[in-house]
């Protein structure tokens, strides 16, 4: 089975520095892999997403992440923090239900805080 | 853009009853859908997984007579909590796969206060 380690379950960063969210997954095929976003009591919402063809992935709201097979990586980046980017963030990599149909397996979850 | 909505948003109810949390994808058809619970400080684990027209896939672990599923329409999948429990006490979060694309898209999640 499918498998993601988010390392740091707390980031904290200033405004204006760079955001790094680090995702290391464990896939037996070849992965799709999910960043999404979470605001305090609120679903989820998609960042981005890599499925086949260019391993770095631009997403909403500047992120973007570089999917690196050699180290089964997919960290997730901003070059510039900003206060609304303060939540929780998941990554997720596909995998198969009991039934055989796709579904995801996330991440415990990277809290971001941004100081201003 | 792709909305999926969840009702109630927030529940409270009594130990021993049944509540029952909607999910509906409003502007697209999605025979598959997916029930998830977060716990505090926890990530999302995958319930079950809510086919169209036929029984729900539970997740190792889950039981399937207290979280019962039903995905009657392409538009509308239904979980309730039989027997409410304290511990039953969660965020509930569902998703839809839209059927022409692939793309998951989640609703905004439930919350489950059992006491």
């Known amino acids: 089975a499918q498998s993601v380690t988010q390392l740091g379950s707390h980031v904290s960063v200033s405004e204006g520095a760079l955001v790094l969210l680090r995702c290391n997954y464990s896939s037996s095929v070849p992965p799709y892999l999910f960043w999404y976003v979470q605001y305090p009591n609120q679903g989820l919402q998609l960042l981005l997403k890599y499925t086949t063809g260019a391993t770095l992935v631009k997403g909403i709201n500047g992120f973007e992440a570089e999917f690196k097979k050699s180290e089964t990586s997919f960290h997730l980046t901003k070059p510039s923090a900003h206060m609304s980017d303060a939540a929780e963030y998941f990554c997720a990599v596909s995998d198969l239900t009991q039934g055989g149909s796709e579904k995801l397996v996330f991440g415990k979850g990277t809290k971001l805080t941004v100081n201003p | 853009g792709a909305v999926v909505s969840q009702h109630p948003s927030r529940v409270i109810c009594k130990s021993g009853t049944s509540v029952k949390i909607e999910c509906r994808s409003l502007d697209f058809q999605a025979t598959t859908m997916f029930w998830y619970r977060q716990f505090p400080k926890k990530s999302l684990m995958l319930m079950a997984t809510?086919?169209?027209?036929?029984?729900?896939?539970?997740e190792q672990g889950v039981e399937k007579d207290k979280f019962l599923i039903n995905h009657a329409s392409l538009t509308l999948s239904t979980l309730t909590v039989t027997s409410a429990h304290p511990e039953d006490s969660s965020f509930y979060i569902c998703?839809?796969?839209?059927?022409?694309?692939?793309?998951?898209?989640f609703g905004e999640g439930s919350w489950l206060t059992v006491v």
């Open positions: 809510s086919n169209e027209g036929s029984k729900a896939t539970y």
């Open positions: 998703s839809a796969r839209r059927d022409s694309g692939n793309t998951i898209y």
